[in-house]
């Protein structure tokens, strides 16, 4: 694997330019390069959204698996952004649906996270496991519900995700708070009081609101977290839930 950045490669994918890393990988350049960093260069195609330049490299011969600076899955990286066809076109590529990277992530967690269904749909469909535990040991069904997102739960629980007895406490716990002072307490917690905030309200899927809370230093946005508000409507579902109870 060529260890050095070479000139222009990691730049067109900056520029999202396909024609341009066309002609770099048909003249000799390592589909697997990585800059001074170390990040490899599917990675940051990856997480750039560039699902065209991430098929031209796995074409080309870079391996879906391989660890960004020895630590970012290039799949991951694409979950966490909810960049739904890089994620198709890793899976596609031969990406393993749960390749645990850094800190005990794998693909699964980073969808559920943020809320990104139609990934999470993908990568169950790939054969992620249901069940498997995110770095702070929940399974996905739990994170789901404390995620705010019925679609996710719905997810899981059509492919057997196990833990609704957790999920649904969680869900439940969920309702009696309130969600902005909750992300807002957690900024705090990583980045200390006295800070301006602001809140902002979406709908991202039907039926829920995304509350996102931003931290702003010196006027600026720094750090951010959201969650959705779907908890009703996850206790619905976790209580109706035909899935035999859990031995």
Not at 61 to 86: I, K, M, N, Q, T
Not at 184 to 189: D, F, I, M, P, V
Request: glycine share 12%.
């Amino acid at each position: 694997m060529n260890t050095h950045q070479p000139p222009g490669l990691f730049a067109a994918v900056y520029a999202g330019d396909e024609n341009a890393v066309l002609r770099l990988l048909r003249t000799g350049t390592d589909p697997e390069s990585v800059d001074a960093d170390g990040q490899t260069v599917l990675y940051l195609a990856a997480v750039s959204d560039a699902p065209g330049i991430v098929r031209l490299l796995l074409a080309a011969g870079a391996y879906p698996d391989r660890l960004s600076a020895g630590a970012d899955a290039p799949l991951c990286g694409a979950a966490c952004g909810g960049h739904f066809e890089v994620v198709r076109a890793l899976l596609a590529g031969g990406a393993a649906p749960d390749l645990r990277e850094e800190y005990g992530f794998r693909a699964l967690t980073w969808a559920v996270q943020g809320g990104h269904i139609a990934v999470v749909r993908e990568l169950l469909a790939a054969g992620a496991d249901p069940d498997l535990p995110g770095p702070g040991g929940d399974p996905p069904l739990v994170a789901a519900a404390r995620r705010g997102s019925p679609g996710c739960v719905r997810e899981l629980l059509a492919h057997g995700a196990r833990a609704r007895r957790e999920a649904l406490a969680e869900a439940r716990r969920w309702l009696t708070l309130d969600v902005e002072a909750e992300l807002r307490a957690g900024l705090e917690a990583a980045y200390g009081p006295g800070y301006e905030y602001v809140t902002s309200r979406r709908e991202d899927e039907p039926g829920t609101v995304t509350v996102e809370v931003t931290l702003l230093r010196d006027g600026r946005p720094t750090a951010g977290n959201n969650r959705q508000t779907g908890h009703r409507s996850i206790v619905a579902l976790l209580k109706r839930d035909p899935s035999p109870p859990e031995g």
